[in-house]
């Protein structure tokens, strides 16, 4: 039987979670822009806002210690981080864009070695997803094959119905747990009706056919073009749900501090220095096209998914006003 | 490693010995404080590691003793950077951090029954080293092993003391080299570059193996050679020196196109590479 959940209920199962201990991260209004933030309170969610930054801090935290270190007369002692201290999280209203993210991610974070400081984060995170009615310029999910109403890597789904509450549906196992064991928050479906989802104006790419260029014009004037205004600032990144690239760092001081893993972007211009100062992306147009590269091409060739979900974050915030879409669309019609 | 759950957790090890093979390159002999680890650490030649300075962070060096000798394992480094200048100011008896080893390995056993040549310069002996000392603990298996090694003077020559082993022992033929204007009164050697001395040492490309480590442009000029001397592209061996944080294929730091070169590198024969795009 199909569930619905009011937006009341909603604020009360967030309360409900807190009180027995869960972490629930959720579109917060922050000053003039809402972020998927820890909640303090059902009352603090942001329903309608589309967070400024996605929701990949949830699980690959903009920076985490994974040691911690002390000297003495001794020797060095290195203490570990238990994962096993992560705590239970619902990540509550993620936009598709952003639910959809993490499934990519599991892929780089799990072949081989298994980081387990994202990967415990996943074991212990359930995504509530939440359709979009509305879009903006800069989203193009349907262009790299999502939709607004896209249920992927969402374990639970929302979908805002004609006169107010929501569509609840369990796309998985997680989800239909929690739909169970939060039965007195939900009640059957009536017959209000969906509201329609959003409606991205951007055309739809052949990915296989951007890849399939990329294949073959690693060197092209196209990455010139579109890096000449590239400031290199790594905005993109750091906002984009799929990025993942990372530097490790120590802090503190040689007697005691933390080894800690922090976000990086491949834009930036010492990402690839050498320590003899040769640097294989040297100029800002090679660091663009790996960036282009990666996400529609070395992903897909490595892990068979395209390491973008069209969210439209990178396109907001680039300072020089540098579309990724339009390049897509430019490769697209070649 | 790969039985701890937290794969960025190095082991421990103590500084037995260091040796300043250059006023700024310093080679340190490690031992695993941890017995078990000391135990059961194996690895192949061409294999890396990430070396902790704690307070400082890591840095990616290949590990440049031979899988032959047990015990302890060396590296070496120039000092540059934050973290390579805070292992330098170890001592020995002091405790740093190896987490590995890591990457792919030069494919000794195919080697066996064919001559080696080697080809490094500068600081780029290290990686080679490892396979020069695990063939030559072999010695049988292989035929010629010729090390033709260059820096740009005497000072920059690492590993000193080896290539007078190498030079004394009869089964090797060693042609050090310096660049012109680099060599002092005393010096013994040859005097050009690299791709030119190895050019005049003809070493036979048949039923050979050349393994090749050094700046971009030594291998640059390097590769046009071996193919006069009749060395085929897979027949030639290098390894990238990408620079690499994770090396676990995680960060995303040290690709060539679609490859990971702490996955599936270092080591890649002149085919490969020149199959990859050329951003190295």
Redesign the interface.
Known sequence: MPKTITEQNLRLLVDTLLKEGARVVAPKQAGTMALYEPLKSGDELALGALPRRSAKETFFPLCET??T?E?DKG??R?N??D?ASFPETVLLCARPCDAAAPSILDA??S???????YLERRRKTTIIGLACTTADDACFCTAVGLSPADTRGSDLFLTPLEGGGYAAQAVTDKGKELLEKRAQFFSDAGSAKPLPPAEPAGESLDLEKIKSWLDNN?ENPLWTEIADRCAGCGACAFLCPAC???????E????K?A?R?SW?A?GFAK??????G?N??DMQN?RYR?RI??KF??YG??FGQTLCTGCGRCIRACPVGIDIKAVLDEINSK | MCDNKNIYLPHLATIEEIVDETPDVRTLRLVFQDEQVRENFSFRAGQFAEYSAFGAGESTFCIASSPTRKGYIECCFRATGRVTESLRQLEVGDTMGVRGPYGNSFPIEEFEGKSLVFVAGGIALPPLRTVIWNCLDLRDRFKDITIVYGARTEADLVYKRELEEWQERGDVNLVKTVDPGGNGPDWDGKVGFVPTILEEATPSAQNTIALVCGPPVMIKFTLPVLERLGFTDDAIYTTLENRMKCGLGKCGRCNVGNTYVCKDGPVFTAKQVKAMPQEF
Request: aromatic content about 16%; some cysteine.
């Open positions: 994974i040691l270190f000297k020797g060095v290195v570990d981080v994962p780089v974070f072949w081989d070695y298994n980081d387990e400081f690693f993942h690239c990372f530097d490790i760092v120590d503190g001081t040689e007697a501090g080894r893993k990086d491949c990402f690839t220095n050498h320590a003899s040769h294989p992306r090679k790996n590269m990666h091409k070395y060739d490595k």
